[in-house]
Protein backbone atom coordinates (compact mmCIF):
# COMPACT_ATOMS: atom_id res chain seq x y z
CA UNK A 1 0.00 0.00 0.00
CA UNK A 2 1.23 3.64 -0.62
CA UNK A 3 1.06 5.59 2.13
CA UNK A 4 -0.35 8.89 2.32
CA UNK A 5 2.56 11.14 3.23
CA UNK A 6 3.45 13.27 0.20
CA UNK A 7 7.21 12.83 0.31
CA UNK A 8 10.11 9.97 -0.04
CA UNK A 9 13.08 11.27 1.21
CA UNK A 10 12.92 13.43 4.38
CA UNK A 11 9.78 12.10 5.95
CA UNK A 12 12.15 12.35 8.81
CA UNK A 13 13.90 15.66 8.70
CA UNK A 14 13.29 17.67 11.60
CA UNK A 15 12.24 14.74 13.79
CA UNK A 16 13.86 14.72 17.50
CA UNK A 17 17.17 12.17 16.78
CA UNK A 18 15.78 11.12 13.78
CA UNK A 19 19.37 9.96 13.04
CA UNK A 20 19.31 7.38 15.29
CA UNK A 21 18.76 3.67 14.81
CA UNK A 22 15.85 3.57 17.57
CA UNK A 23 13.86 6.42 15.56
CA UNK A 24 14.87 5.09 12.52
CA UNK A 25 13.39 1.73 13.44
CA UNK A 26 10.34 3.17 15.22
CA UNK A 27 9.13 5.07 12.01
CA UNK A 28 9.11 2.58 9.66
CA UNK A 29 13.13 2.04 8.73
CA UNK A 30 14.98 -1.44 7.68
CA UNK A 31 11.65 -2.62 6.38
CA UNK A 32 12.32 -3.20 2.88
CA UNK A 33 15.62 -5.14 3.98
CA UNK A 34 13.64 -8.28 4.91
CA UNK A 35 11.59 -7.97 1.75
CA UNK A 36 15.09 -7.44 -0.08
CA UNK A 37 16.22 -10.99 0.53
CA UNK A 38 13.51 -12.57 -0.64
CA UNK A 39 14.05 -11.27 -4.16
CA UNK A 40 17.04 -12.48 -6.55
CA UNK A 41 19.21 -9.57 -7.10
CA UNK A 42 18.22 -9.19 -10.72
CA UNK A 43 14.56 -8.70 -9.89
CA UNK A 44 16.14 -5.88 -7.61
CA UNK A 45 17.77 -4.37 -10.59
CA UNK A 46 14.73 -4.67 -12.71
CA UNK A 47 12.39 -3.09 -10.10
CA UNK A 48 15.19 0.00 -9.62
CA UNK A 49 15.28 -0.01 -13.50
CA UNK A 50 11.08 0.12 -13.73
CA UNK A 51 10.95 2.88 -11.15
CA UNK A 52 12.84 5.34 -13.53
CA UNK A 53 15.00 6.81 -10.67
CA UNK A 54 17.30 8.65 -11.95
CA UNK A 55 21.25 9.17 -10.85
CA UNK A 56 20.59 12.57 -8.34
CA UNK A 57 24.20 13.70 -8.47
CA UNK A 58 24.02 15.44 -11.75
CA UNK A 59 24.12 13.31 -14.43
CA UNK A 60 20.48 12.04 -14.58
CA UNK A 61 21.59 8.22 -15.46
CA UNK A 62 18.70 5.82 -15.24
CA UNK A 63 20.45 3.80 -11.78
CA UNK A 64 19.15 0.46 -12.93
CA UNK A 65 20.42 0.31 -15.89
CA UNK A 66 23.65 1.40 -14.26
CA UNK A 67 24.17 -1.51 -12.27
CA UNK A 68 22.95 -3.90 -14.75
CA UNK A 69 26.19 -3.14 -16.35
CA UNK A 70 27.77 -4.88 -13.78
CA UNK A 71 29.85 -7.93 -14.92
CA UNK A 72 29.20 -10.97 -12.52
CA UNK A 73 31.77 -13.12 -14.20
CA UNK A 74 35.24 -11.76 -13.53
CA UNK A 75 35.95 -13.43 -10.66
CA UNK A 76 36.88 -9.58 -9.10
CA UNK A 77 34.82 -8.31 -6.21
CA UNK A 78 32.38 -5.71 -6.82
CA UNK A 79 32.42 -2.23 -5.16
CA UNK A 80 29.64 0.22 -4.25
CA UNK A 81 30.97 3.80 -3.77
CA UNK A 82 28.59 6.47 -2.51
CA UNK A 83 29.20 9.82 -3.91
CA UNK A 84 28.93 11.77 -0.56
CA UNK A 85 31.34 14.91 -1.93
CA UNK A 86 29.20 17.15 -2.45
CA UNK A 87 30.91 20.20 -3.74
CA UNK A 88 28.66 21.61 -6.24
CA UNK A 89 28.59 25.76 -5.70
CA UNK A 90 24.63 25.94 -4.68
CA UNK A 91 24.09 22.38 -3.49
CA UNK A 92 23.72 21.34 -0.06
CA UNK A 93 21.06 18.23 -0.27
CA UNK A 94 23.10 15.60 0.58
CA UNK A 95 24.23 17.18 3.60
CA UNK A 96 20.50 17.31 4.90
CA UNK A 97 19.98 13.43 4.21
CA UNK A 98 23.26 12.43 5.94
CA UNK A 99 22.89 14.46 8.75
CA UNK A 100 19.08 14.30 9.61
CA UNK A 101 18.66 10.06 7.76
CA UNK A 102 21.85 8.36 7.84
CA UNK A 103 20.26 5.07 8.35
CA UNK A 104 18.20 5.46 5.13
CA UNK A 105 21.40 6.30 3.29
CA UNK A 106 22.70 2.95 4.84
CA UNK A 107 18.86 0.82 3.87
CA UNK A 108 19.49 2.42 0.27
CA UNK A 109 23.50 1.11 0.60
CA UNK A 110 22.53 -2.63 1.50
CA UNK A 111 19.74 -2.76 -1.44
CA UNK A 112 21.87 -1.13 -3.77
CA UNK A 113 24.89 -3.79 -2.51
CA UNK A 114 22.75 -7.04 -3.13
CA UNK A 115 21.47 -5.92 -6.12
CA UNK A 116 24.79 -5.84 -7.69
CA UNK A 117 26.38 -8.19 -5.48
CA UNK A 118 28.50 -6.64 -3.97
CA UNK A 119 29.74 -7.07 -0.48
CA UNK A 120 32.10 -3.85 -0.09
CA UNK A 121 30.67 -0.28 0.16
CA UNK A 122 32.81 2.75 0.40
CA UNK A 123 30.86 6.25 1.51
CA UNK A 124 33.59 8.96 -0.04
CA UNK A 125 32.65 12.09 1.52
CA UNK A 126 33.03 15.90 1.76
CA UNK A 127 36.34 16.34 4.23
CA UNK A 128 34.74 19.81 5.42
CA UNK A 129 31.36 17.65 6.33
CA UNK A 130 31.83 17.13 9.91
CA UNK A 131 28.71 17.04 11.66
CA UNK A 132 27.17 14.83 8.69
CA UNK A 133 30.37 12.70 9.15
CA UNK A 134 29.80 12.12 12.80
CA UNK A 135 25.87 11.22 12.00
CA UNK A 136 27.18 8.52 9.24
CA UNK A 137 29.66 6.93 11.23
CA UNK A 138 27.44 6.40 14.48
CA UNK A 139 24.73 5.29 12.33
CA UNK A 140 27.22 2.91 10.43
CA UNK A 141 28.97 1.90 14.09
CA UNK A 142 25.15 1.41 15.44
CA UNK A 143 24.53 -0.98 12.36
CA UNK A 144 27.51 -3.09 12.68
CA UNK A 145 26.07 -3.95 16.88
CA UNK A 146 22.80 -4.85 15.72
CA UNK A 147 23.71 -6.71 12.84
CA UNK A 148 22.76 -4.62 10.15
CA UNK A 149 25.84 -4.95 8.80
CA UNK A 150 29.03 -7.19 8.42
CA UNK A 151 28.77 -10.81 8.49
CA UNK A 152 25.16 -12.59 7.69
CA UNK A 153 23.51 -9.30 7.85
CA UNK A 154 19.65 -9.87 8.83
CA UNK A 155 20.44 -13.49 9.19
CA UNK A 156 20.11 -13.99 5.73
CA UNK A 157 23.83 -15.57 4.80
CA UNK A 158 24.63 -11.92 3.01
CA UNK A 159 27.48 -10.15 4.33
CA UNK A 160 28.12 -6.41 3.94
CA UNK A 161 30.85 -4.04 5.18
CA UNK A 162 31.10 -0.49 4.53
CA UNK A 163 33.80 1.69 5.03
CA UNK A 164 33.71 5.54 5.50
CA UNK A 165 36.74 7.55 3.83
CA UNK A 166 36.63 11.49 4.11
CA UNK A 167 37.69 13.63 1.46
CA UNK A 168 40.66 16.45 1.40
CA UNK A 169 38.44 19.24 -0.17
CA UNK A 170 39.09 19.20 -3.67
CA UNK A 171 35.86 19.80 -5.92
CA UNK A 172 36.99 17.58 -8.54
CA UNK A 173 37.05 14.40 -6.61
CA UNK A 174 33.13 14.24 -6.70
CA UNK A 175 34.01 13.31 -10.32
CA UNK A 176 33.21 9.66 -10.09
CA UNK A 177 36.68 8.49 -11.48
CA UNK A 178 38.55 10.98 -9.51
CA UNK A 179 36.94 9.78 -6.63
CA UNK A 180 38.25 6.45 -7.16
CA UNK A 181 41.99 7.66 -7.74
CA UNK A 182 41.68 9.70 -4.83
CA UNK A 183 39.97 6.39 -2.83
CA UNK A 184 42.90 3.97 -4.30
CA UNK A 185 45.17 6.84 -2.56
CA UNK A 186 46.31 8.81 -5.70
CA UNK A 187 46.17 12.13 -6.45
CA UNK A 188 42.34 12.65 -7.61
CA UNK A 189 42.26 13.19 -10.98
CA UNK A 190 39.45 12.08 -13.71
CA UNK A 191 39.97 8.67 -15.40
CA UNK A 192 39.58 8.57 -19.62
CA UNK A 193 36.38 6.85 -20.04
CA UNK A 194 35.81 3.74 -21.34
CA UNK A 195 36.62 2.11 -19.56
CA UNK A 196 33.11 2.79 -17.39
CA UNK A 197 34.07 2.13 -13.73
CA UNK A 198 31.18 -0.66 -13.87
CA UNK A 199 33.34 -2.61 -15.99
CA UNK A 200 37.10 -1.33 -14.74
CA UNK A 201 36.61 0.71 -11.50
CA UNK A 202 37.71 0.60 -8.07
CA UNK A 203 41.59 -1.16 -7.91
CA UNK A 204 40.65 -2.43 -11.58
CA UNK A 205 37.32 -4.18 -10.22
CA UNK A 206 33.72 -4.00 -11.11
CA UNK A 207 32.17 -0.52 -9.26
CA UNK A 208 29.03 1.10 -9.05
CA UNK A 209 29.40 5.02 -8.05
CA UNK A 210 25.84 6.37 -6.63
CA UNK A 211 25.01 9.65 -5.12
CA UNK A 212 23.77 9.82 -1.70
CA UNK A 213 19.99 11.28 -2.79
CA UNK A 214 19.56 8.20 -5.07
CA UNK A 215 20.37 5.73 -2.78
CA UNK A 216 18.61 7.27 -0.24
CA UNK A 217 15.25 6.83 -3.23
CA UNK A 218 15.62 2.58 -2.71
CA UNK A 219 13.90 2.02 0.54
CA UNK A 220 10.67 3.37 -0.97
CA UNK A 221 11.05 1.65 -3.87
CA UNK A 222 11.67 -1.81 -2.31
CA UNK A 223 8.98 -0.98 0.12
CA UNK A 224 6.41 0.47 -2.08
CA UNK A 225 7.31 -0.88 -5.26
CA UNK A 226 8.42 0.72 -8.79
CA UNK A 227 4.59 1.62 -9.44
CA UNK A 228 4.24 3.79 -6.45
CA UNK A 229 7.48 5.69 -7.01
CA UNK A 230 6.14 6.80 -10.50
CA UNK A 231 2.84 8.46 -8.61
CA UNK A 232 5.78 11.11 -8.22
CA UNK A 233 6.92 13.34 -10.82
CA UNK A 234 6.31 12.87 -14.47
CA UNK A 235 6.51 10.08 -16.68
CA UNK A 236 9.36 10.56 -17.90
CA UNK A 237 10.83 12.15 -14.73
CA UNK A 238 9.22 10.16 -12.21
CA UNK A 239 9.61 10.75 -8.26
CA UNK A 240 10.83 13.32 -5.78
CA UNK A 241 13.88 15.71 -5.97
CA UNK A 242 15.77 17.19 -3.39
CA UNK A 243 16.19 20.83 -4.29
CA UNK A 244 18.48 23.29 -2.15
CA UNK A 245 17.58 26.69 -2.49
CA UNK A 246 19.65 29.83 -1.97
CA UNK A 247 20.11 33.42 -2.42
CA UNK A 248 18.01 35.76 -3.02
CA UNK A 249 14.63 34.40 -1.63
CA UNK A 250 13.32 34.75 1.89
CA UNK A 251 13.52 31.45 3.15
CA UNK A 252 16.62 29.58 1.87
CA UNK A 253 16.88 25.71 2.69
CA UNK A 254 16.55 21.93 0.98
CA UNK A 255 12.80 21.14 -0.05
CA UNK A 256 11.55 17.55 -1.61
CA UNK A 257 8.80 18.71 -4.48
CA UNK A 258 7.59 16.06 -7.15
CA UNK A 259 9.71 16.53 -9.89
CA UNK A 260 7.70 18.52 -12.85
CA UNK A 261 7.22 20.65 -10.02
CA UNK A 262 7.02 24.40 -11.26
CA UNK A 263 10.51 26.75 -10.10
CA UNK A 264 8.33 29.65 -9.99
CA UNK A 265 6.04 28.26 -6.80
CA UNK A 266 9.15 26.73 -5.58
CA UNK A 267 10.55 30.33 -5.72
CA UNK A 268 7.37 32.23 -4.91
CA UNK A 269 5.33 29.92 -2.65
CA UNK A 270 7.57 27.44 -0.84
CA UNK A 271 10.76 29.81 -0.55
CA UNK A 272 8.59 33.08 0.55
CA UNK A 273 9.65 35.04 -2.40
CA UNK A 274 12.24 37.25 -3.79
CA UNK A 275 14.13 38.87 -1.27
CA UNK A 276 12.84 42.88 -0.47
CA UNK A 277 10.22 42.73 -2.89
CA UNK A 278 12.74 43.30 -5.45
CA UNK A 279 12.37 41.66 -8.80
CA UNK A 280 14.16 38.24 -9.90
CA UNK A 281 16.26 38.45 -12.73
CA UNK A 282 17.89 34.95 -12.88
CA UNK A 283 17.76 31.51 -11.46
CA UNK A 284 20.87 28.76 -11.46
CA UNK A 285 18.62 25.66 -11.43
CA UNK A 286 20.50 22.75 -10.86
CA UNK A 287 24.25 23.53 -9.15
CA UNK A 288 26.12 26.12 -10.86
CA UNK A 289 27.68 24.11 -13.82
CA UNK A 290 23.76 24.45 -15.33
CA UNK A 291 23.21 27.02 -17.98
CA UNK A 292 21.61 29.61 -16.16
CA UNK A 293 17.85 30.94 -16.53
CA UNK A 294 16.26 34.22 -17.30
CA UNK A 295 13.24 35.85 -15.15
CA UNK A 296 11.22 34.60 -18.26
CA UNK A 297 12.01 31.28 -18.28
CA UNK A 298 10.88 30.98 -14.64
CA UNK A 299 7.13 32.15 -15.89
CA UNK A 300 7.51 28.61 -17.81
CA UNK A 301 9.79 26.02 -16.64
CA UNK A 302 9.22 23.12 -14.17
CA UNK A 303 11.73 21.12 -12.55
CA UNK A 304 12.15 18.14 -14.22
CA UNK A 305 14.82 16.96 -16.46
CA UNK A 306 13.16 17.42 -20.30
CA UNK A 307 11.30 20.82 -18.99
CA UNK A 308 14.91 22.14 -18.23
CA UNK A 309 16.30 21.08 -21.52
CA UNK A 310 13.61 22.29 -23.04
CA UNK A 311 14.63 26.05 -21.41
CA UNK A 312 17.81 25.25 -22.27
CA UNK A 313 19.40 24.34 -18.91
CA UNK A 314 19.98 20.99 -16.66
CA UNK A 315 18.19 19.81 -13.80
CA UNK A 316 22.16 18.47 -12.66
CA UNK A 317 22.02 18.42 -8.58
CA UNK A 318 19.11 20.31 -8.48
CA UNK A 319 21.30 23.48 -6.50
CA UNK A 320 18.71 26.33 -7.01
CA UNK A 321 20.43 29.90 -6.44
CA UNK A 322 18.26 32.55 -7.31
CA UNK A 323 19.26 36.19 -8.12
CA UNK A 324 17.22 39.26 -7.81
CA UNK A 325 17.86 42.46 -9.87
CA UNK A 326 20.50 44.03 -8.14
CA UNK A 327 22.89 41.48 -9.10
CA UNK A 328 25.61 42.55 -12.16
CA UNK A 329 25.86 39.02 -14.24
CA UNK A 330 29.25 39.52 -15.21
CA UNK A 331 30.56 39.63 -11.86
CA UNK A 332 28.22 37.03 -11.05
CA UNK A 333 30.00 34.56 -14.08
CA UNK A 334 33.69 36.04 -13.37
CA UNK A 335 32.49 34.54 -9.37
CA UNK A 336 31.77 30.78 -10.93
CA UNK A 337 34.99 31.03 -13.13
CA UNK A 338 37.21 31.21 -10.21
CA UNK A 339 35.89 28.49 -8.99
CA UNK A 340 36.34 26.23 -11.84
CA UNK A 341 39.65 27.99 -12.81
CA UNK A 342 40.99 27.11 -8.78
CA UNK A 343 39.11 23.62 -9.24
CA UNK A 344 40.56 22.27 -12.70
CA UNK A 345 42.91 19.53 -11.83
CA UNK A 346 45.13 20.70 -14.80
CA UNK A 347 45.30 17.32 -16.63
CA UNK A 348 43.42 18.41 -20.31
CA UNK A 349 44.81 21.82 -21.79
CA UNK A 350 41.23 22.94 -23.04
CA UNK A 351 39.86 22.81 -19.39
CA UNK A 352 43.35 24.03 -17.41
CA UNK A 353 43.88 27.01 -20.13
CA UNK A 354 41.07 27.91 -21.07
CA UNK A 355 38.93 27.88 -17.29
CA UNK A 356 42.40 30.39 -16.51
CA UNK A 357 41.71 32.55 -19.25
CA UNK A 358 38.06 32.90 -19.46
CA UNK A 359 38.87 34.04 -15.41
CA UNK A 360 41.37 36.53 -16.50
CA UNK A 361 39.01 38.15 -19.72
CA UNK A 362 36.52 38.31 -16.94
CA UNK A 363 38.33 40.42 -14.43
CA UNK A 364 39.89 42.19 -16.82
CA UNK A 365 36.35 43.31 -18.01
CA UNK A 366 35.54 44.25 -14.62
CA UNK A 367 38.77 46.03 -13.92
CA UNK A 368 39.35 48.13 -17.01
CA UNK A 369 35.66 47.51 -18.85
CA UNK A 370 35.70 44.92 -21.91
CA UNK A 371 35.17 45.34 -26.04
CA UNK A 372 33.18 43.01 -28.28
CA UNK A 373 36.00 41.38 -29.09
CA UNK A 374 36.63 39.98 -25.87
CA UNK A 375 32.42 38.63 -26.04
CA UNK A 376 33.53 36.70 -28.82
CA UNK A 377 36.62 35.50 -27.67
CA UNK A 378 34.80 34.07 -24.66
CA UNK A 379 32.83 32.32 -26.92
CA UNK A 380 35.71 30.76 -28.72
CA UNK A 381 37.18 29.84 -25.68
CA UNK A 382 33.71 28.17 -24.47
CA UNK A 383 33.50 26.65 -27.77
CA UNK A 384 36.98 25.22 -27.54
CA UNK A 385 36.43 23.53 -23.66
CA UNK A 386 32.96 21.72 -24.40
CA UNK A 387 33.43 18.32 -25.01
CA UNK A 388 37.21 18.28 -25.32
CA UNK A 389 38.29 16.96 -22.14
CA UNK A 390 38.64 14.02 -20.07
CA UNK A 391 35.61 15.26 -17.78
CA UNK A 392 33.08 17.41 -17.86
CA UNK A 393 34.51 20.50 -15.61
CA UNK A 394 35.41 22.36 -18.68
CA UNK A 395 31.86 22.37 -19.53
CA UNK A 396 30.38 23.10 -16.57
CA UNK A 397 32.41 26.70 -16.71
CA UNK A 398 31.91 26.65 -20.55
CA UNK A 399 28.29 26.27 -20.83
CA UNK A 400 27.66 29.04 -17.91
CA UNK A 401 29.71 31.25 -19.85
CA UNK A 402 27.76 30.95 -23.34
CA UNK A 403 24.47 30.95 -21.30
CA UNK A 404 25.19 34.27 -19.38
CA UNK A 405 26.54 35.92 -22.56
CA UNK A 406 23.53 34.71 -24.19
CA UNK A 407 20.46 35.67 -21.78
CA UNK A 408 22.45 38.86 -20.11
CA UNK A 409 23.91 40.49 -22.71
CA UNK A 410 23.22 44.26 -21.45
CA UNK A 411 24.95 43.00 -18.56
CA UNK A 412 28.59 42.88 -20.33
CA UNK A 413 27.71 45.91 -22.73
CA UNK A 414 27.31 47.92 -19.28
CA UNK A 415 30.98 47.13 -18.85
CA UNK A 416 32.26 47.77 -22.19
CA UNK A 417 34.97 50.50 -22.12
CA UNK A 418 33.75 53.77 -21.85
CA UNK A 419 31.01 52.76 -19.60
CA UNK A 420 33.87 51.90 -16.71
CA UNK A 421 32.55 53.80 -13.81
CA UNK A 422 30.34 50.60 -12.93
CA UNK A 423 33.24 48.44 -13.70
CA UNK A 424 35.04 51.07 -10.81
CA UNK A 425 32.73 49.77 -8.35
CA UNK A 426 33.75 45.86 -7.92
CA UNK A 427 37.25 45.80 -5.94
CA UNK A 428 38.71 42.28 -7.05
C1 LIG B 1 33.52 18.01 -11.64
C2 LIG B 1 32.44 17.08 -11.17
C3 LIG B 1 32.07 17.06 -9.83
C4 LIG B 1 31.08 16.19 -9.38
N1 LIG B 1 30.72 16.22 -8.06
C5 LIG B 1 29.79 15.36 -7.62
C6 LIG B 1 29.43 15.33 -6.24
O1 LIG B 1 29.95 16.10 -5.41
N2 LIG B 1 28.49 14.43 -5.83
C7 LIG B 1 27.90 13.55 -6.73
O2 LIG B 1 27.09 12.73 -6.32
N3 LIG B 1 28.22 13.56 -8.02
C8 LIG B 1 29.14 14.43 -8.48
N4 LIG B 1 29.49 14.39 -9.81
C9 LIG B 1 28.84 13.38 -10.68
C10 LIG B 1 29.58 12.05 -10.56
O3 LIG B 1 30.65 12.02 -11.50
C11 LIG B 1 28.65 10.86 -10.89
O4 LIG B 1 27.96 11.11 -12.07
C12 LIG B 1 27.64 10.56 -9.79
O5 LIG B 1 28.25 10.43 -8.53
C13 LIG B 1 26.92 9.25 -10.12
O6 LIG B 1 25.92 9.00 -9.17
P1 LIG B 1 24.38 9.02 -9.59
O7 LIG B 1 24.26 8.20 -10.84
O8 LIG B 1 23.67 8.41 -8.44
O9 LIG B 1 24.02 10.45 -9.82
C14 LIG B 1 30.46 15.29 -10.29
C15 LIG B 1 30.83 15.31 -11.64
C16 LIG B 1 31.80 16.20 -12.07
C17 LIG B 1 32.17 16.20 -13.51
S1 LIG C 1 38.37 18.59 -17.75
FE1 LIG C 1 39.55 19.76 -16.25
S2 LIG C 1 39.08 18.82 -14.28
FE2 LIG C 1 38.40 17.37 -15.87
S3 LIG C 1 40.16 16.00 -16.16
FE3 LIG C 1 40.41 17.66 -17.64
S4 LIG C 1 41.68 19.20 -16.58
FE4 LIG C 1 40.90 17.80 -15.03
Same mark, same amino acid.
Given at each position: ????????????????????????????????????????????????????????????????? #???????????????????????? @????????????????? +? @?????????????????? *????????? *?????????????????????? /???????????????????????????? $???????? #?????????????????????????????????????????????? $???????? $????????? +???????????? +??????????????????????????????? +??????????????????????????????????????????????? @?????????????????? *??????????????????????? /???????????????????? #?????????? *????????????
Amino acid at each position: MVPSMSLILTNRVGQPESYTLQVFEKTGGYQSVKKLFSLQPNQVIDEVKNSGLRGRGGAGFSAGL #KWSFVPQDTGKPVYLCVNADESEP @GTFKDRLLLEDDPHQLI +E @GIIIACYAIRSHTAYIYI *RGEFDLPCQ *RIRSAVAEAYAKGYLGKNIFKS /GYDLDVTIHRGAGAYICGEETALLESLE $GKKGQPRI #KPPFPAVVGLFGSPTVINNVETLSALPFIINHGAAAYRRFGTEKSP $GTKLFSVS $GHVNKPGVL +EKPLGYPLKDLI +EKDCGGVLGGKRLKAVVPGGSSVPVLNAQDV +ETVKLDYESLMQHGSMLGSGGVIVLHEGVDMLWALRNLSRFYAHESC @GQCTPCREGSGWVDKILV *RFLREGGTSADIELLKDISNNMM /GKTICVLADALAMPVLSYLK #KFPEDFAAHF *RGKTAQAQMHVL
